[in-house]
């Protein structure tokens, strides 16, 4: 069965950069970007921070801002500061050699099973399964595993038959094949069984089942965080506050951001303006605030922000002592800022120009 997998993959497989290549460096970059993103808007970021940071070297020596703003855009920018802080590891602790072992690969900041596995893997040929949430669906409808995949027992279940069945001289090819099975034929709604290599062997096909697996405990819904976000215009002279986010708790350590007020629930107009947070920033009467804010709701993982932008137009000088002052848009692109931010910008040219 295997084999028919893996000669389907050699004559349907897309062509993709990472898959021409053995350095593990590049491989790395590219299974961190996919996890992120889809492959075909993965393609540019991919080659956009390859030509960014050439080298392992090069990453680990960059400023973690302009690793930040390399990575703007793809979000979760956790992922970004751990392929920095790694590449410093290696360099450090492995003298800039990329670690071909397991063992080793998983020791680094922000690599896990599954990355590890990838890179032992395509880099190095090691008998590793990757096992990613395409695998997991093609083996649980394939060998009829019921149990929930995102549990103990379930990724244990998965694990198990992965290790048995991958070969051990061509991992490699297998663990690309079964991963590619995932994203082109084996599909999460519908399946395209019809076009499948080992449609005859399988569970899920031969008991028409292919809709009940695989099957997930399901999740908390995520938290709703209320953001209020104040935009602040010097009318004499545009420029916009915005501050960095230190703390290391929470999303978006070390990026940009406007001053924000998060409430336990939707606020008045009214109740913004008298509010301590904003006359700290804005001590006077002298300003004008849009009565209703813009508001934009973004989903992250584990939390959705209902996040309301409050444009306020002052004449007078902002207490920006703890802010920074942008005052022009280009000024801006040196800081990374969140995704959720970028959104806003871009939709900026409808309520002020800057
Ligand atoms: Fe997936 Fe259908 Fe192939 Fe089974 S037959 S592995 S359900 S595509």
Not at 123 to 151: M, Q, W, Y
Not at 153 to 163: A, E, F, Y
Not at 269 to 294: G, M, N, R, Y
Not at 338 to 343: A, G, K, V, Y
Request: proline letters at 6%; aromatic letters at 12%.
């Amino acid at each position: 069965m295997i084999e028919r997998i893996i000669q389907w993959y050699k004559v349907n497989k897309r062509d993709l950069p990472w898959r021409k290549t053995t350095n593990p460096y590049k491989i790395w970059i590219s299974e961190i970007i996919l996890q992120q993103t889809r492959v075909n808007q993965g393609l540019s970021y991919y080659y956009r921070f390859i030509e960014k940071f050439p080298s392992l070297k090069d990453l680990a020596n960059a400023e973690e801002k302009e690793v930040l703003l390399a990575w703007q855009s793809l979000g979760y920018y956790a992922r970004a500061r751990n392929l920095h802080k790694a590449a410093q590891q290696i360099l450090t602790i492995h003298n800039g050699v990329f670690p071909n072992t397991y063992d080793e690969l998983i020791s680094l900041k922000g690599i896990g099973d599954y990355t590890a596995s990838a890179i032992a893997s395509f880099a190095f040929n090691k008998p590793h399964p990757a096992i990613d949430g395409n695998v997991c669906r093609v083996i649980s409808r394939l060998f009829g595993i019921f149990e929930e995949i995102n549990t103990t027992v379930g990724k244990r279940k998965i694990t198990d038959i992965s290790k048995e069945i991958i070969p051990k001289d061509d991992a490699s090819t297998y663990n690309q094949a079964m991963m590619e099975m995932g994203a082109l034929i084996c599909l999460p709604k519908n399946p395209k069984c019809e076009e499948c290599p080992v449609s005859i062997h399988c569970h899920a096909f031969q008991k028409n089942l292919q809709q009940e697996l695989p099957r997930k405990k399901s999740k908390k819904p995520p938290k709703e965080i209320i953001m209020n976000y104040l935009v602040i215009l010097n009318n004499e002279k545009p420029t916009i506050l915005m501050q960095k986010r230190t703390s290391s708790a929470g999303i978006w350590q070390n990026m940009y951001e406007f001053p924000l007020w998060i409430t336990p629930k939707p606020i008045s107009h009214e109740a913004l303006l008298s509010s301590d947070f904003f006359q700290t920033i804005i001590p006077t009467k002298e300003f004008s605030a849009k009565a209703s804010p813009v508001f934009i709701k973004h989903q992250l993982t584990h939390q959705t922000l209902m996040t309301y932008f409050w444009i306020i137009k002052t004449d007078i000088t902002t207490k920006a002592e703890t802010y920074k002052t942008i005052n022009h848009e280009k000024e801006l692109q040196q800081y990374p800022i969140p995704r959720l931010i970028e959104l806003f910008m871009e939709q900026k040219e409808k309520y002020f120009t800057f």
